[in-house]
Nanobody, 119 residues
């Protein structure tokens, strides 16, 4: 069983910063990629940023230049440094970890951490 836990959410003013953390634990042996998604209240979930085990990163256009994703592979940990936060960044942020094991790909999800940007 694999557990995924996010932390670091909170409430900040526009222009502020937050650092989200995600860590997978349990029966995980490697990962293909780790991803941050967000879902504003009443809206669809969107991919914010992702990082492969080889360090290749990808960002949504709306966060490029403001958010930075990083990972510590040996710890199955991932981080999202968020700067220049805007009210439209308000959402529940979820972490997912994808692993290929015995030829099958699995995706594990955390419960999320709330980010609120408000003056």
């Amino acid at each position: 069983q694999v557990h995924v836990l996010e932390s670091g959410g909170g409430e900040v003013q526009p222009g502020g910063s937050l650092r989200l953390s995600c860590r997978a634990s349990g029966s995980i042996f490697s990962f293909d990629d780790m991803n941050w998604y967000r879902q504003p209240l009443g809206k669809q979930r969107e991919l914010v940023a992702s990082i492969t085990s080889g360090g290749i990163t990808k960002y949504a256009d709306s966060v490029k230049g403001r958010f930075t994703i990083s990972a510590e592979n040996s710890k199955y940990a991932m981080y999202l440094e968020m700067n220049g936060l805007k009210p439209e960044d308000t959402a529940a942020y979820h972490c997912s970890v994808r692993e290929t094991y015995m030829g099958n790909q699995y995706e594990y999800w955390g419960r999320g951490t709330q980010v609120t940007v408000s003056s």
